[in-house]
Each structure stands twice: as structure tokens, then as C-alpha cells.
């Protein structure tokens, strides 16, 4: 089982940046043999994908809406997947989850994710 805590959510204007990280644990972990991924919920909408990392190849993959201004990185050392978001828009509103599974490859579908942290509420003010 893998323990997922996300942090960062906070209340910006549309335009500026903010960056959300998420730290993951379990006794039998290796992140290697994972792929993480970040999705959010928006007002009126389902589970949403936002972007994919796979810490195995490091490849990465992004939803359409936000590629070019967010961007997901890693710390290995740590075992944190980071989201920089940036030029961030009202829609960009919503509860924001980190997700993992044992897999290589990224994927979009959500409920291909075994595991699941809390969620961090971003909230982009116009």
C-alpha cells in the first residue's frame, strides 16, 4: 500500500504560480516501479486528469488544458512528485489529488490508480 500526502493548495489570482507537491511512503514502496499522476476535480465535473510521470523512464504526459503552463517534476531523493502550475486560470479551480500504480507507462484513466491522497484545494481567483 502506498500512503500519498498532497500539499500546496492555496487561493491565487489568475496569472500568477503556484506549485503542488506530493510525497508518497509505504513500507514495501519503490517508486521505481511507478507511474504518479495528478488529477482534480472541478465544480460540476468528474475526476479530471491533469498530468502523468513515470519515475521509471521519466517520461511525462499532460492534459491539453494544461499543457505549456503546468509542469510535473520529481525529487528522487525525497519520493515527492511536484506540479508547477503556472499562469494559472479560473477554471484551474478545483480539489487537485495525487495518485499512484505499479505501472510504467502513464495513463490518463483514473480509475487505473491504485492509490489516492486527500486532495489540496487550489482556488484561482479572476
Known amino acids: 500500500q502506498v500512503q500519498l500526502v498532497e500539499s500546496g493548495g492555496m487561493l491565487v489570482q489568475a496569472g500568477s504560480s503556484l506549485r503542488l507537491s506530493c510525497a508518497a511512503s509505504?513500507?514495501?514502496?519503490?517508486?521505481?516501479?511507478?507511474?504518479m499522476g495528478w488529477f482534480r476535480r472541478t465544480p460540476g465535473k468528474e475526476r479530471e486528469f491533469v498530468a502523468a510521470?513515470?519515475?521509471?523512464?521519466?517520461?511525462?504526459d499532460y492534459a491539453d488544458s494544461v499543457k505549456g503552463r503546468f509542469t510535473i517534476s520529481r525529487d528522487n531523493a525525497k519520493n515527492t512528485m511536484y506540479l508547477q502550475m503556472d499562469s494559472v486560470k479560473p477554471e484551474d479551480t478545483g480539489v487537485y489529488y495525487c495518485?499512484?500504480?505499479?505501472?510504467?507507462?502513464?495513463?490518463?484513466?483514473?480509475?487505473?490508480?491504485?492509490?489516492w491522497g486527500q486532495g489540496t484545494q487550489v482556488t484561482v481567483s479572476s
Open positions: 495518485a499512484a500504480d505499479r505501472r510504467l507507462v502513464p495513463v490518463r484513466n483514473p480509475s487505473r490508480y491504485d492509490s
Open positions: 509505504g513500507r514495501t514502496f519503490r517508486i521505481y516501479d511507478y507511474v
Open positions: 510521470l513515470s519515475w521509471h523512464s521519466g517520461s511525462a
